[in-house]
């Protein structure tokens, strides 16, 4: 049963008790609204008159200047969580005083400004208490969660208004008007055990990754950052307008549509009538609210729903201008009570998120309190002034008029929303990226000192000398005749490439770079077999190397040394591809289509090929997308049936783990590519948020995609970028059958973890056969040994590759690292402690070693491995 309805409201596993606490605290609060509303409405036109609503309009900003300016240095000076328990004792005092000065029956004229006070009050905390509320809520969840969860919210709020509504239209015969501020008051006493609760249950989650240690207190910055807002954010601009001018609409709806129902109708009438409108209307909000709003956003997009309201009042108002009545009153009360609040609410609240993180809350505080009400302001010196020489048709023209303009505002909105997430998520995050930071220039004094650096004996200090010479310096051109001698000695220092003394090639890479030019094809193979062996210095030069010879057939081969490059050396090879020019296209393409490629080699390639053709890299993104989603789809049901089997191998769970991270490497290169074609923002801000720590900025980024990409895309990524489960239907049948799949069809690690498992689960004479499509060319040293010691052949006594990976993930420094990271760390893995302080491994019953420096050459290959070795050093929190 609880399966059933996680799966028909989306809520996920544990999820319920916060729900249904914040639920039940949204629902008190509208409940007391309910009351107050329903039976304030109906003592205000008794008492005063539909037609006395503009200056209620007109006065509404001067009550919310003051609440604004209030709530605003509570919001910043104080937490949130005390404004919420302020707000609650002022309903308590404000219901009881209320109560009692209507009770006490005031002298004219102060009774009558008594029911200005009244419907004053009545607006003031009609905005008030639903911006509290989901000001305090919003510190609970992120983007993803809210849009999953805040509709739900809506629908305990609508709910709790409907409630408010039916007890006053069932009490109104029985208790007068006023006596509903006392029952108002007792609500907001049984809501304050709830909101203490909430406090003491939940955490608060930062807004982004840099306020996770508290945030600002000092008013005058918030303040500031309020008004910079509006002047560096058109998004900001854009939501403003059209808040203001939905309100504009609002009011002339509520206007009309009281205007034409309180004529002929008592007190006790428009009261039981208003409960009824209120109740019907509420019931279509919780409809909305829990069965259709997350859906439509979903499917539609936040942006896309903007225009659901503004649509609607066209409408409403284009009805009223050609029949008018009673009908067209209903459509009014129902646009502003029910799609107003069931749809436009529930949008705002995600329309928000996207406003700067740092003053999202006083920026929406300023700008429902002030803003809005200005609204108000404009819209009721209007009606004064206008609603006497005006029938109700020519203000439904006007309304007409008014909705055309908010659909137009509405499509800036949409224009500027991407890039206003693209910027949320950009704040707070660190670029140290930037090649400007440390590009070294040198004057003439500095090159004469690295020149003679460079020529003491070999140390660290002349390869680093030697390289900052040769990267920084202009080759001269060569003379004709020197080029015949210059080929023979390329020759003889191609030769020594295939020393096996890395110093020997080392000397002979550095002559290389003096002499090698195009035409020198012979090099290429012995230069790429060096690139992933060699020392850092030494990789740099084979690139210049490469770039140098401009032989387009070593395409295939740089790509595949790519694994094993360091992020700047990969940026390195990539302008050496591009340097290759429009011939190298063809074998790009092959690298990109090809799914067992290396991720890493396929981003290269993708770049690579954008940069050299980005007509052409576009005329194949969506097929490439395409196929990479349909083939990682699968995917993640084979994970899960591994993870589901662990307990039958110690193979199983490493095997499971590497289907997870294939996935995310997947969904990375997907969000690349797309990238690359304009669909989303900054590529690398875009993975740091995703993997952000923080489920605020994580919940922008994925909103961020979510709004870039077309459904259908959306509907593939959603549940690799959510990291949801799915149904493992399409991983069933015979375990071993499954295991060879991956054998058969995989390479690397995981088809080496597969093989270990079968190991494990088939009879030993029928492993070889099991075992045969893994053999293949090329094999590297340690998934050879891998397999002859799965096979049993003699002299393979080294532990498995899996067996090493699994002794390297118990060390907390290396457990969160990637799976080639940690098998180029099981590739270096030796017999005898090396080096000074070795780190000792546990495998196969024996201690294997780790050097110090080849823990640091693999650091510097794999950055994840390197931030994972920071993190265990640093207790503090980090965005990945």
Known sequence: MQALLNRVFKVEPGEWPKLLQFGLFGLLLQTGMGVGFAAGDAAFLTHVGADKLPVIFLLTPVVMLVYTAVFSYLLVRFSIDRVVEATLGLLIAGGAVLWALIEIGLPKPWDTTLYYALKLYLAMWYIGLYTLFWNFTDTYFDIQDAKRLFPLFAAFCALGTTLGALIVSLFANVLPMHAFMLVWAGVAVATAPMALLLRRRWRRIADTDTDLDGESTDVRTQALRVVRTFRTSPYAVALVLTLFVTLLMTNLAEFQYSTVLQKGRSEAELAGLFGRLYAATN???????????NRLVTRAGVRNVALVLPLTYFAVFAYFFMAGGEPAAFAAFFAYHGVLTSIEYNNQNLLFNATPSAVKRPFRTVVEGLAEPLASLLAGGFLLLAARHSDMRELSGIGVVLGAGLVGVVMALRHYYPGAMEANMRRGWLNFGDPDIATPVFDAQATEVLKAKAAEPDSGTAAA?????????TKPPAHPAAEEEESEATKAFAAKLADPSPSVRKYALQALVSVVGPGDIGLVGPLVENLPVMDRTSRRTILELLAAIGDVEAVPQILAAAAQLSPRELRAAEAVLVGFGEAAIPRLMQALRNYQTPYRARSMAARALSTLSHAQFMSQLDRLVREELGETGPRLAVAQRFEAEAHRSPAMSLLAHAYRQRIGESVDFTLELLALGGLLPDFDLLIVSLHSANPKVRGNAIEAIAAGVDHTTWRKLEPLVNRREVATGGAGGELAALLKEVVDTTHGFEAAAAAQALR???????????????????????FRDSYARLLGLPGADRPTVVDLVAAIRERPEFAAASTDAQVALAERVTSEPAARKPLELSAGGRSWWLSRPDIDEVAARYPDLALTMLKVQDGRAYAA
């Open 760 to 782: 494990d689960l088939v009879p030993e004479g029928e492993l070889a056969a099991h075992l045969r499509g893994a053999i293949e060319p090329g094999l590297s040293d340690i």
């Open 283 to 293: 019931v279509f909000n919780l409809v909305v609210c829990l069965f259709v709003f």
């Open 465 to 473: 000398a030697r390289w900052l010479l040769h990267a920084h310096a």
